[in-house]
């Protein structure tokens, strides 16, 4: 069949947008200055802190008018008073092995103590968030990932059995999987050797990070995603199964159970065991809420087991329930330790004095960094080959639950916190460049691992010096060399990636983020902007279908009637949508499903397209 691929072989370039020139020369002058920051109190005294004071000329205004002089402040670069805040400032918790330095963000005492008042409101909501309140107002829904590591603290008695229970059934189910216990129908391994998870969002991202994190060099079963509805990804991981797909456990993660990725990943896999002549309901597990659609086809198909997600858990937060324990225990991690880290971490974080609250004090900085306004990026740079996938876990965890159109009060506030990374040292041949000496839009995240290797693994390239000293040296060197440049950060540092570990920072991020939503006074728990794009594409979707059904109406015709995009946007009653109908033609056309009769995309006014055949069932449904 004719095809349009390769047709549009050009696109229009696209012009730089240019800031405002007054802006950019505020910029160019002052470009080592912070800006002031939004303050809840009277701005007009300092106490001492790392910023020393200083005067600065504003940049004149294009119209000529020179704005009012302001207090400025440049960072603290003296080495004794770095110290001196270094100790004052850095948090360990001794038992997880965890350290937080913030000393090289500048907020001033000043700040910290108008802060004071919010941050205790913080806490209070997060108290009562525990207890069981409604903190998500818009779906009438309590929030209780914290109940999953401490399940005495469930609001009821039929909450904590729940998640007892549930704990206890998957950590039997997975142990006998991997002890062979269960096995694959038919499989000449005799044992289940491969996982596959089918989920998306929350229900890939903490899975994702965590395999990579802390999987062993030889799991017991490994473990491949399908996290997207791309049709050629799932082919690949399909096909990298091969003979391996008769003693593969498909995992099918989705809390509502109707996810569109969701869904067509689990038909696409199950097309798959089809063709290669196997039962999928033998080696199918669902994830899901209880009665939701998934669980009841689960349930009537007779999958090999079924485990909840509960209505109180979050995507983005259900790392530590089914979604990521079973696919972690299944790899033989240590489930039960990520849980006592996380458990851990979460009462450190409910301590209401700031200094002794690591959650609380990156929400400190994630207000002075950015003016509580998401006016700057979180670069995050996990100095691990095992924590790469840390800032796509993070990416979700903070910009979902942050980045909001409105406020509780119901004002346009447009909140956010954009996030980012790679690993290091890998970004120092990548965009350091440019975080050192470029535009100053960011704040960076270091996180630090302290053992290099297992005891005894280690080894000198040269006197005195072993390949993980050059790490160290790399994010140091970095740490300082940002610094020297006004550019701020925080150093998360853990002594080693251990279950217990991961889940100690999944919970200090997931309550540094309810912490500063309840300080910019948005609903973190909800995801309006995501819900109106799963809407946005299934009006799209419907649209299609009525472009497909007015295309074999023509193609059905004796002669075949070709047509233009108008005629097809006519007949289908949707003039105002005719640049989608463009590009739905186009995409049809590129996968062979339309053919082009005239014309080429490059010039859609002189299209004209048909069906390759006329589907006559299709003209009477």
């Avoid at 968030?129 to 005495?152: C, F, Q, S, T």
């Avoid at 700031?354 to 003016?371: G, Q, V």
């Avoid at 006004?486 to 309550?511: H, N």
Wanted: negative net charge.
């Amino acid at each position: 069949m004719a095809s349009i691929s390769g047709i549009c072989s050009s696109s229009p370039s696209l012009k730089p947008r240019l800031r405002a020139a007054a802006a950019a020369s505020l910029l160019r002058r002052h470009s080592v200055w912070f800006p002031v920051r939004p303050r809840p109190g009277d701005r007009s005294l300092f106490a001492a802190s790392v910023a020393r004071e200083v005067s600065a000329e504003l940049a004149k205004s294009d119209g000529g008018a020179v704005a009012e002089e302001e207090k400025k402040k440049v960072l603290e670069k003296d080495p004794r008073a770095l110290w001196r805040r270094y100790l004052d400032w850095l948090y360990q918790h001794k038992e997880l092995g965890l350290y937080l330095d913030v000393s090289r963000v500048g907020f001033t005492d000043e700040f910290v103590a108008e802060m004071e008042p919010r941050f205790q409101a913080a806490f209070k909501a997060m108290e009562e968030l525990e207890k069981g309140a409604i903190a998500n107002p818009d779906e009438g829904r309590m929030v209780g990932h914290y109940w999953l590591r401490d399940p005495k603290r469930a609001p009821n008695s039929f909450l904590r059995v729940q998640i007892e229970n549930t704990l206890e059934s998957l950590l039997k189910f997975s142990g006998d999987v991997v002890s062979g216990k269960i096995k694959p129908p038919s499989s000449p391994a005799g044992r289940f050797t491969q996982v596959l998870s089918v989920g998306i969002g929350g229900s890939a991202l903490g899975p994702q990070f965590v395999a990579e994190a802390l999987a062993p060099d030889v799991p017991p079963l490994k473990i491949r995603f399908i996290d997207n509805t791309d049709p050629a990804g799932i082919d690949h991981q399909i096909a990298q199964l091969g003979d391996e797909l008769a003693s593969t456990l498909v995992i099918v993660i989705s809390k509502s159970g109707g996810t569109p990725e969701t869904r067509n990943g689990l038909l696409e896999v199950q097309k798959a065991f089809r063709e290669a002549g196997l039962s999928f309901a033998k080696q199918g597990v669902a994830i899901t809420q209880e009665n939701s659609l998934l669980d009841n086809t689960a349930r009537i198909e007779g999958w090999l087991a079924r485990f909840p997600m509960f209505d109180w858990v979050g995507g983005r937060t259900s790392e530590m329930s089914a979604v990521g324990l079973l696919p972690a225990a299944l790899q033989g991690i240590d489930i039960k330790e990520m849980l006592a880290g996380g458990k851990l971490m979460d009462e450190a974080n409910r301590t209401s004095v700031l200094k002794n609250n690591p959650a609380a004090l990156l929400a400190l900085c994630w207000y002075w960094a950015t003016d509580g306004l998401g006016s700057k990026d979180m670069v995050v740079l996990p100095y691990k080959d095992s924590l790469l996938l840390f800032s796509r876990y993070l990416q979700q965890l903070v910009m979902e639950s942050i980045g909001k159109e409105f406020d509780l009060d119901g004002n346009r506030v447009n909140q956010g916190l954009t996030v980012y990374g790679n690993k290091g040292s890998t970004d120092q041949h990548a965009y350091i460049q440019q975080l050192r000496d470029g535009v100053h839009n960011f704040f960076v995240t270091f996180i630090e691992v302290l053992r290099d290797r297992p005891p005894g693994h280690d080894w000198e390239l040269e006197p005195g010096v072993t390949c993980g000293d050059y790490l160290f040296g790399m994010l140091q060197g970095t740490r300082s060399a940002l610094y020297s440049n006004d550019r701020e950060s925080i150093t998360v540092s853990v002594e080693e990636v251990t279950p217990r570990s991961v889940g100690a920072l999944i919970a200090l991020y997931e309550r540094a983020v309810g912490i500063y939503a309840s300080l910019v006074n948005i609903n973190a728990y909800h995801q309006p902007g995501v819900e109106a794009g799963k809407k946005a594409a299934g009006e799209v979707l419907a649209l299609q279908k009525r472009v497909l059904q007015v295309l074999n109406e023509a193609s059905c015709k004796e002669p075949v009637e070709p047509l233009t995009l108008e005629e097809v946007a006519d007949r289908c009653h949707s003039l105002d949508d005719i640049e989608m109908i463009y590009k739905i033609i186009a995409h049809m056309a590129a996968n062979d499903r339309v053919l082009i009769a005239e014309g080429s995309c490059g010039s859609p006014r002189s299209i004209k397209v048909f069906l390759g055949e006329c589907n006559v069932d299709a003209l009477y449904s």
